[in-house]
């Protein structure tokens, strides 16, 4: 199992441009979310989904949008970057619900300038 | 607004030397309170506590809830390089799929 993959690991915008943060789990697992985590910080959660075909907001859902159309993938959009949106952004997934083991990705670290 | 509340934000200590880290929330009605353990990239998962007053163990870890002080300590005996890490809690609730995370103590040891 690969477990938790996420692309790109780095990447660069310039204020406007917009992206797509790709997260894959293998795992079979109902529950997928978004954080970021700003330097200092803990993990602010942005999005989540509970299956496929269903996502909520979190706690800082302004400026991205996300889609689950299977199991396995859990795709956020930014559409206008801007500056505060500077962060390390973490894909993570749990069977059940979110107090179940989550499992984390590596993380994508985005700077938008 | 749930907030979860980690102290000492840093801690320095030589190998062999025992930790306590502690961690205060107000979470609208908590359900749970988890510990990570955040090295170089992603957080991992190291306990749940769901009752108060039970010790959780994993070799040198340990972990422990006290509903009526709203907090909780995390544990670290015969510390080793290894143990050099983010320490992360955060708290969930019943009724939504949110973790509230504190900020986390960063821990370092020294050989």
């Known amino acids: 199992n690969a477990g938790v993959t996420q692309t790109p690991k780095f990447r660069i915008l310039k204020i406007g441009q917009s992206m797509t943060l790709q997260c894959t789990q293998d795992?079979?697992?109902?529950?997928m979310y978004w954080y970021r985590q700003d330097p200092g910080m803990g993990l602010k959660l942005i999005y989540y989904?509970?299956?496929?075909?269903?996502?909520d907001k979190g706690e800082v859902p302004n400026g991205y949008n996300v889609s689950r159309s299977t199991t396995e993938d859990f795709p956020l959009r930014l559409e206008l970057a801007a500056p505060s949106q500077t962060s390390v952004y973490f894909c993570?997934?749990?069977?059940?619900?979110?107090?179940?083991?989550?499992?984390f990705g590596p993380g994508t670290r985005l700077t938008v300038l | 607004e749930d907030k979860v509340v980690q102290s000492p934000l840093s801690l320095v200590v030589h190998e062999g030397d025992t930790v306590t880290l502690n961690c205060s929330y107000e979470?609208?009605?908590?359900?749970?309170l988890l510990w990570y353990k955040q090295e170089k990239k992603a957080p991992t998962f190291l306990f749940m506590l769901?009752?108060?007053?039970i010790e959780k163990k994993s070799g040198r870890l340990s972990s422990i809830l006290d509903k009526k002080e709203l907090s909780s300590i995390l544990n670290i005996t015969a510390t080793q390089t290894g143990d050099s890490a983010i320490y992360l809690c955060?708290?969930?609730?019943?009724?939504?799929?949110?973790?509230?995370f504190g900020t986390g103590t960063r821990l370092t040891i020294i050989p």
């Open positions: 993570a997934s749990s069977y059940e619900d979110i107090t179940d083991t989550q499992y």
């Open positions: 795992m079979n697992h109902n529950y």
């Open positions: 989904s509970v299956g496929a075909g269903i996502t």
């Open positions: 979470v609208t009605n908590f359900r749970s």
């Open positions: 769901t009752s108060s007053g």
């Open positions: 955060a708290g969930s609730n019943f009724g939504n799929e949110k973790l509230t």
